[in-house]
C-alpha cells in the first residue's frame, strides 16, 4: 500500500529481487551523487511472492536548499514484454541452432535478393566465407545472373515455392 512504503523507507531495496539488488543499488548510488535521473529494469518480489519486472524512472527532488529531499518516480510493469523479449531470444537461438546443425546449405535473402544470412554447409559448398556470401545478392549466386523460378510478391503474401538452379561457387563453377 501506499502507507507501507511511506512508513519503510527501505522496502524498496528488500523487495528487489536478490539477483539484481546490487546492481540496482550501485546505479541509485551512482544517480544520487551525479544528480542524473534514475532509470533501470529490475525484478521485484510483490507481496504475494511473484516475480515482476519493472521499469523504474525516478528525478531527485531538491529542497530549499538545492539538496537532495526525495525522489519522485514511476515503476511500470514491463513483465510481459520481458517474458516476450525471453521467448524470442529462444526463438532465436532454437533458429540459429537449427540452421547452423543442418545438413543442407541454408541462404536466407531478404525480398529484395540481398543475402542476409547463410550456413556454414552452404559457405563450404560454394567456397564462401559467411562474411562474404552476405555481402551478395542472391541472382549472383545463379548461373548467368539466371532469375529465380518464383516471385517476391508471392512470397511477401506468404506463399513460398521450389526452384531447382545451378548455384554459381565462388571460383565460378557450378553446384549442380
Same mark, same amino acid.
Given at each position: ?55 523504474? $524512472? ?5 529542497? !530549499? =536548499? @538545492?539538496?537532495?529531499?526525495? /525522489?519522485?518516480?514511476?515503476? %511500470? ?58 555481402? $551478395? ?5 545463379? !548461373? =548467368? @545472373?539466371?532469375?529465380?523460378? /518464383?516471385?517476391?510478391?508471392? %512470397? ?21
Amino acid at each position: 500500500t501506499a502507507a507501507e512504503w511511506k512508513n519503510d523507507p527501505d522496502l524498496w531495496m528488500r523487495i528487489i529481487h536478490p539477483d539484481d539488488r546490487q546492481r540496482v543499488q550501485e546505479e541509485h548510488n551512482r544517480t544520487l551523487l551525479s544528480g542524473e535521473s534514475f532509470n533501470a529494469e529490475y525484478r521485484m518480489i510483490t507481496k504475494d511472492n511473484r516475480i515482476v519486472w519493472v521499469h523504474d $524512472l525516478a528525478t531527485q527532488i531538491m529542497d !530549499e =536548499n @538545492n539538496s537532495p529531499s526525495h /525522489w519522485q518516480g514511476i515503476l %511500470i510493469d514491463v513483465t510481459k514484454q520481458k517474458f516476450t523479449e525471453e521467448q524470442i531470444q529462444t526463438s532465436e537461438a532454437q533458429y540459429r541452432t537449427v540452421v547452423e546443425h543442418a545438413s543442407d546449405g541454408i541462404i536466407v535473402a531478404d525480398l529484395s535478393g540481398k543475402i542476409v544470412e547463410a550456413n556454414q554447409q552452404i559457405c563450404s559448398l560454394l567456397g564462401f566465407s559467411r562474411t562474404d556470401l552476405i555481402k $551478395l545478392h542472391f541472382d549472383d549466386l545463379f !548461373e =548467368n @545472373n539466371g532469375k529465380p523460378d /518464383w516471385d517476391t510478391n508471392e %512470397i511477401a503474401r506468404g506463399r513460398t515455392g521450389v526452384a531447382e538452379k545451378s548455384l554459381r561457387r565462388k571460383d565460378g563453377t557450378l553446384v549442380l
